[in-house]
């Protein structure tokens, strides 16, 4: 499994330069974090609730300096989304039974690898959480490599990779506890040990952060709640949306990799139904208590029926090979592979719109950053609170500017911009500065964005500027690249 690891970190850092990406809202909020984190200056308060495992991750990054942790982090996130659907061929291939045969192995291996690159999200595509370095396919990386150490009977490497893949979806933590009860069962006393340990500390990293930085261990979980607040039905429309993600051929081959293996008695297949099953209803149960059923969070569970998908469809080859009874096996694997190629080439008829999805926000969050660089730090300081008209962009702001990510937050309407002093930067789709009783005074327009300065102090003394009047000599800490959180950051605090 190394040298796979390997394999995924190569391809991710080779996708870098050519395929540039602004990191998710999320991972700018990470980021943030991790700079606090190293400062041991937590506030957990605002913005996108506490990932434990992702901002430990970016600590050591933010040393490096702003561009190089924004490059190190869609490093880490991508090669978790490489590793994915090669963790799911190689599962597959390891749930076949002795002897199965070369073909076999290479069948599940295809089938459950282009099974989950085509994993579909109705809310954020697949390729978009690739691009701008999301931390769910880090999860579901994380959860196969949990069952691939578990099949050789490491329930100690399983239960801290199934740890770690809880410290980004707590979800997961459901299957670290079935494992942990499972092994008492067993009298496993060393294994329900080590379960129960990983259990509790990955309870304590998702609760001490928020208790520390916000006064509040549950801050986070309130935060994620107020997002959701659906109503009961949110818990079977998260079903639905879990079920449409792999494709449907994928379901019947999966559940044949079960039947199989238990008519032979390798219990494997149906261990691992039991984690789907578990991680569909922990996120159903959220969804209908109020917390969002986004199918995102049921990506990992939807990796692990990619996998088994690609062991059904290995198996019905050896079957189809069989001396006896061959015929049918074949033609229930043509049929749905047949299904599967159909719906498989819908969704990547929809690549082209996706690409052009990701480049529309690569090119307005890096407007931001041309205009950042262009009003230098003066107006921070000078206005003391910082509001941005697009709220993507809240996290974007508050890592480039050094600030903690309660100090920037989106205005309702450029009309309806907070009292006291604010800077304000207003993208393209704002539209004009309009506020009766307050005139704001415009700082700088660049990238499609302006800046512009309300009751601040630097206003007077700031005047009209442009990224080309400015060019490289504005005088900022983001042309700077340090990326320290001083200056600003401290006065604001």
Same mark, same amino acid.
């Given at each position: 499994?190394?040298?796979?690891?390997?394999?995924?970190?190569?391809?991710?850092?080779?996708?870098?330069?050519?395929?540039?990406?602004?990191?998710?809202?999320?991972?700018?909020?990470?980021?943030?974090?991790?700079?606090?984190?190293?400062?041991?200056?937590?506030?957990?308060?605002?913005?996108?609730?506490?990932?434990?495992?992702?901002?430990?991750?970016?600590?050591?990054?933010?040393?490096?300096?702003?561009?190089?942790?924004?490059?190190?982090?869609?490093?880490?996130?991508?090669?978790?989304?490489?590793?994915?659907?090669?963790?799911?061929?190689?599962?597959?291939?390891?749930?076949?039974?002795?002897?199965?045969?070369?073909?076999?192995?290479?069948?599940?291996?295809?089938?459950?690898?282009?099974?989950?690159?085509?994993?579909?999200?109705?809310?954020?595509?697949?390729?978009?959480?690739?691009?701008?370095?999301?931390?769910?396919?880090?999860?579901?990386?994380?959860?196969?490599?949990?069952?691939?150490?578990?099949?050789?009977?490491?329930?100690?490497?399983?239960?801290?990779?199934?740890?770690?893949?809880?410290?980004?979806?707590?979800?997961?933590?459901?299957?670290?506890?079935?494992?942990?009860?499972?092994?008492?069962?067993?009298?496993?006393?060393?294994?329900?040990? @080590?379960? $129960? =340990? #990983? /259990?509790?500390? *990955? +309870?304590?990293?998702?609760? %001490?952060?928020? &208790?520390?930085? !916000?006064?509040?261990?549950?801050?986070?979980?309130?935060?994620?709640?107020?997002?959701?607040?659906?109503?009961?039905?949110?818990?079977?429309?998260?079903?639905?949306?879990?079920?449409?993600?792999?494709?449907?051929?994928?379901?019947?081959?999966?559940?044949?990799?079960?039947?199989?293996?238990?008519?032979?008695?390798?219990?494997?297949?149906?261990?691992?139904?039991?984690?789907?099953?578990?991680?569909?209803?922990?996120?159903?149960?959220?969804?209908?208590?109020?917390?969002?059923?986004?199918?995102?969070?049921? @990506?990992? $569970? =939807? #990796? /692990?029926?990619? *996998? +088994?998908?690609?062991?059904? %469809?290995?198996? &019905?080859?050896? !079957?189809?090979?069989?001396?006896?009874?061959?015929?049918?096996?074949?033609?229930?694997?043509?049929?749905?592979?047949?299904?599967?190629?159909?719906?498989?080439?819908?969704?990547?008829?929809?690549?082209?719109?996706?690409?052009?999805?990701?480049?529309?926000?690569?090119?307005?969050?890096?407007?931001?950053?041309?205009?950042?660089?262009?009003?230098?730090?003066?107006?921070?300081?000078?206005?003391?609170?910082?509001?941005?008209?697009?709220?993507?962009?809240?996290?974007?702001?508050?890592?480039?500017?050094?600030?903690?990510?309660?100090?920037?937050?989106?205005?309702?309407?450029?009309?309806?911009?907070?009292?006291?002093?604010?800077?304000?930067?207003?993208?393209?789709?704002?539209?004009?500065?309009?506020?009766?009783?307050?005139?704001?005074?415009?700082?700088?327009?660049?990238?499609?964005?302006?800046?512009?300065?309300?009751?601040?102090?630097?206003?007077?003394?700031?005047?009209?500027?442009?990224?080309?009047?400015?060019?490289?000599?504005?005088?900022?800490?983001?042309?700077?690249?340090?990326?320290?959180?001083?200056?600003?950051?401290?006065?604001?605090?």
């Amino acid at each position: 499994m190394a040298r796979l690891l390997l394999i995924a970190l190569a391809l991710a850092a080779a996708t870098l330069p050519a395929l540039p990406a602004e990191p998710a809202f999320d991972a700018f909020g990470w980021l943030v974090r991790g700079r606090e984190l190293a400062a041991f200056d937590l506030a957990t308060g605002a913005g996108p609730a506490w990932k434990p495992l992702t901002s430990f991750a970016a600590a050591p990054l933010t040393l490096l300096g702003d561009d190089a942790a924004e490059l190190g982090w869609l490093l880490i996130a991508r090669a978790g989304a490489i590793a994915m659907p090669l963790l799911a061929g190689r599962l597959a291939t390891r749930l076949l039974p002795a002897g199965a045969g070369r073909r076999a192995a290479a069948v599940a291996a295809a089938v459950a690898a282009l099974s989950a690159l085509l994993i579909a999200d109705s809310f954020t595509p697949l390729s978009r959480q690739f691009a701008i370095g999301m931390a769910e396919p880090l999860a579901a990386a994380l959860l196969l490599a949990a069952a691939d150490r578990g099949l050789d009977g490491r329930w100690g490497g399983a239960a801290a990779l199934l740890a770690l893949a809880g410290l980004i979806r707590p979800e997961t933590l459901a299957v670290l506890a079935l494992l942990a009860a499972w092994s008492w069962r067993r009298e496993r006393k060393r294994e329900a040990t @080590l379960a $129960a =340990a #990983a /259990l509790v500390g *990955a +309870l304590v990293l998702w609760l %001490a952060p928020d &208790l520390i930085g !916000a006064g509040d261990a549950l801050t986070g979980a309130g935060q994620a709640r107020q997002a959701g607040d659906l109503g009961p039905g949110e818990g079977l429309e998260a079903i639905w949306r879990g079920l449409t993600m792999p494709l449907w051929a994928a379901w019947p081959l999966a559940g044949y990799a079960v039947v199989a293996g238990r008519r032979q008695g390798d219990p494997r297949p149906a261990a691992l139904a039991v984690a789907v099953a578990v991680a569909f209803a922990v996120v159903a149960a959220m969804a209908a208590a109020g917390y969002p059923g986004l199918p995102r969070f049921l @990506l990992p $569970a =939807a #990796a /692990l029926v990619t *996998a +088994l998908a690609g062991a059904g %469809a290995g198996r &019905l080859d050896a !079957a189809a090979r069989a001396t006896a009874g061959g015929r049918a096996p074949a033609l229930a694997g043509a049929a749905l592979l047949a299904l599967g190629a159909g719906q498989a080439a819908a969704r990547v008829a929809d690549a082209p719109a996706q690409a052009d999805s990701i480049r529309a926000y690569d090119d307005r969050l890096g407007g931001l950053d041309r205009l950042l660089a262009t009003i230098g730090d003066a107006p921070v300081e000078g206005c003391g609170r910082v509001e941005v008209s697009w709220f993507l962009a809240e996290t974007k702001a508050a890592w480039e500017l050094g600030l903690p990510v309660e100090s920037v937050t989106t205005a309702s309407a450029p009309s309806g911009i907070g009292p006291g002093p604010v800077l304000f930067l207003a993208d393209p789709d704002a539209g004009a500065i309009a506020s009766p009783a307050r005139l704001p005074t415009p700082l700088a327009t660049a990238g499609g964005w302006a800046a512009y300065a309300i009751d601040c102090a630097t206003a007077a003394s700031s005047g009209n500027r442009s990224a080309t009047a400015i060019g490289a000599a504005a005088p900022s800490r983001l042309a700077a690249g340090s990326g320290s959180g001083a200056g600003a950051g401290g006065g604001l605090r």
